[in-house]
């Protein structure tokens, strides 16, 4: 049972709709910790439980919000709870309790597609481990579906190559250039790209080494994705996504060749469904790109092409 002791508000700044909508944490959330002013405030202080999953963010596309979080070792599934916020307050459903958006959710990311563009949400997650016990709420974060600008969702595209080596069924090491030929800069921060092959099963991050990238490795996160459906040529992806420092992609620019390596014990190289065996770039769309939680470039595995 949790012994819920505090309350927090949230102020919702009028920078995420300046900033399109697309990423907003809760800044300083314990700072309003002891506010009384608004009666459905939320509260996540449960000391005797274990720690909340960490670095909770939301992006938003259209009508659509990515939730994602730190994974959290030896946890079996996750809760995540949507508040509308209103008044710069999340407003539960009723004063001080907890509604359940989604349960079971086994990866560390979700995507809610019951939103509605213009309106602006907030959200918690906490773990939930095999013996029953529940984790903390993780601190707010909110986020404001809105329509993409189109010339941003259409001037993506994903080149790859195959470096040294190539692909063996014990390595993978792709090269992989993002480019940017519209006329607005894009914020690497709202972009993941997935890279589907085979013999996935049991990796991890650890799996996987970033090699050449021009705006700092550091500033790669990749994750590794067992598919629940796996496809001719791919029953895993990597996703790699970017966190703030890794800044921009320049109008008319690119990221320049990123390098990276995924250790596997088994799969065949060449049949892996992103795999390209050409060595100079080449656009593959075999390679799939999100912006703001939208598919803008590339085929996932499975749907097939007109």
């Given at each position: 049972?949790?012994?819920?002791?505090?309350?927090?508000?949230?102020?919702?700044?009028?920078?995420?709709?300046?900033?399109?909508?697309?990423?907003?944490?809760?800044?300083?959330?314990?700072?309003?910790?002891?506010?009384?002013?608004?009666?459905?405030?939320?509260?996540?202080?449960?000391?005797?439980?274990?720690?909340?999953?960490?670095?909770?963010?939301?992006?938003?596309?259209?009508?659509?919000?990515?939730?994602?979080?730190?994974?959290?070792?030896?946890?079996?599934?996750?809760?995540?709870?949507?508040?509308?916020?209103?008044?710069?307050?999340?407003?539960?459903?009723?004063?001080?309790?907890?509604?359940?958006?989604?349960?079971?959710?086994?990866?560390?990311?979700?995507?809610?597609?019951?939103?509605?563009?213009?309106?602006?949400?907030?959200?918690?997650?906490?773990?939930?481990?095999?013996?029953?016990?529940?984790?903390?709420?993780?601190?707010?974060?909110?986020?404001?579906?809105?329509?993409?600008?189109?010339?941003?969702?259409?001037?993506?595209?994903?080149?790859?190559?195959?470096?040294?080596?190539?692909?063996?069924?014990?390595?993978?090491?792709?090269?992989?250039?993002?480019?940017?030929?519209?006329?607005?800069?894009?914020?690497?921060?709202?972009?993941?790209?997935?890279?589907?092959?085979?013999?996935?099963?049991?990796?991890?991050?650890?799996?996987v080494s970033i090699g050449n990238v021009s705006f700092g490795a550091k500033n790669v996160e990749p994750y590794i994705v067992n598919m629940e459906d796996p496809q001719t040529g791919a029953d895993s992806y990597l996703e790699l996504r970017f966190n703030a420092e890794a800044g921009i992609i320049p109008a008319g620019g690119e990221t320049?060749?990123?390098?990276?390596?995924?250790?596997?014990?088994?799969?065949?190289?060449?049949?892996?469904?992103?795999?390209?065996?050409?060595?100079?770039?080449?656009?593959?769309?075999?390679?799939?790109?999100?912006?703001?939680?939208?598919?803008?470039?590339?085929?996932?595995?499975?749907?097939?092409?007109?």
């Amino acid at each position: 049972m949790f012994n819920y002791s505090k309350k927090a508000s949230i102020l919702v700044a009028a920078s995420i709709f300046a900033a399109g909508g697309s990423f907003m944490a809760a800044p300083s959330a314990h700072a309003a910790i002891e506010s009384n002013v608004v009666a459905n405030d939320i509260a996540w202080t449960n000391t005797s439980a274990p720690a909340a999953p960490s670095n909770v963010q939301a992006r938003s596309g259209s009508k659509q919000v990515v939730l994602t979080w730190a994974p959290v070792q030896g946890a079996s599934s996750y809760d995540v709870r949507r508040y509308n916020v209103v008044n710069n307050t999340y407003d539960s459903v009723a004063a001080n309790t907890y509604t359940v958006h989604t349960t079971g959710v086994t990866d560390a990311v979700y995507v809610d597609t019951s939103v509605m563009n213009g309106s602006v949400y907030g959200y918690v997650v906490n773990a939930v481990y095999g013996d029953g016990q529940v984790s903390q709420m993780s601190t707010p974060v909110v986020a404001a579906p809105m329509a993409q600008t189109g010339s941003v969702a259409q001037s993506l595209v994903v080149q790859s190559s195959s470096a040294a080596g190539g692909s063996t069924s014990s390595a993978i090491r792709p090269m992989v250039n993002i480019m940017n030929t519209g006329s607005e800069d894009v914020n690497l921060s709202d972009i993941r790209v997935r890279y589907y092959f085979t013999g996935g099963k049991d990796l991890t991050a650890k799996s996987v080494s970033i090699g050449n990238v021009s705006f700092g490795a550091k500033n790669v996160e990749p994750y590794i994705v067992n598919m629940e459906d796996p496809q001719t040529g791919a029953d895993s992806y990597l996703e790699l996504r970017f966190n703030a420092e890794a800044g921009i992609i320049p109008a008319g620019g690119e990221t320049g060749d990123m390098s990276f390596t995924i250790q596997r014990s088994s799969g065949s190289g060449t049949a892996d469904y992103s795999y390209n065996e050409n060595t100079t770039m080449s656009d593959n769309n075999h390679i799939v790109l999100y912006y703001q939680g939208a598919p803008v470039w590339g085929q996932d595995p499975g749907v097939t092409e007109e």
